[in-house]
Every structure is written in C-alpha cells, then in structure tokens.
C-alpha cells in the first residue's frame, strides 16, 4: 500500500472580516474553507480526563496560570464541572 504524499496548500485571501486590513484573521477565516476536521474533533470538549493536570513525584507539569487556564476550559466546556 502506497501512502498519499504530503502537500501544501497556498491561499491567496482578501480582507474577509471588513475591518480594512488583511491579516492572520482573514488568513483563519479562509483557512476554514480548505481545513480537514479530523475524526472527534468535534467532541474533544467532551474528553476531561486528558486535560487534567497531573502531579507526578511531586513536580507541576504546568505553571499554575496554564494549570488554571486548562480548569476555565474545562468548567465552560462541561458546563461547570470540576
């Protein structure tokens, strides 16, 4: 079986938000266009356990304002839970 070989894809956009300018935000708006939505992406919001920061002998695996960015998430994601 042969694998499909990589590829790029150039676009070209205009100002797509009309706010005058073409920036990284017309560039994410024209990216929508052509992105792939790969499988469960869609539901990775539902998957709590993997964002949960774990404490392994004793050491952070995340500053604190990551550790307390990734709760906020996760509480508005799953409506409230904690």
Known sequence: MTEPLPYATVIVTRDRDG????DWQDAAIAMREIMVNRLGADEQHLRVVPHIPFNFASQATNPFLATLDNVKRIALATDGLQ
């Open 19 to 22: 706010d005058g300018r073409v």
